[in-house]
């Protein structure tokens, strides 16, 4: 994939392309669901570079909310929290099922995380049962 500037200026996918590439949009998922968050990030990274509006925003909150483990992973806190709450406003812009993806029990379980964790505190993070990860889920078949 082209370096940081070369990325800006390729082509937006068109819908029909998007669709071609859900493999992507699928390999990311699983990476997601199975913990491996920084993998997912940059999975949907090479999508979201190439996807026209409104995909775009969509997949940034699916790479923020992995962002956000990636630092829960890391102890930072700050980053958790912040990049939680970046994904949500992101997300509660989309019906449920966009792409397939049951968005509405993905916001609801990455907004319980965010609270949970904002009410244990930076001191406390720790503390925070890693179990309680959102998964992604498919509101249909992929």
Known sequence: ??????RRNLQLLSQEELEERRPVLLAGIAQFNNGYFFEAHETWEDLWYL???PARQFLQGLIQTAAAFVHLMRHQYPGTVRLLSHALAKLDEFPDGYMGIDAARLRREAARARDEIVELGEERLQEWDRGRIPSIHFVTVP
């Open 51 to 53: 996807s026209p509006w």
């Open 1 to 6: 994939m082209p370096g940081e500037s070369g």
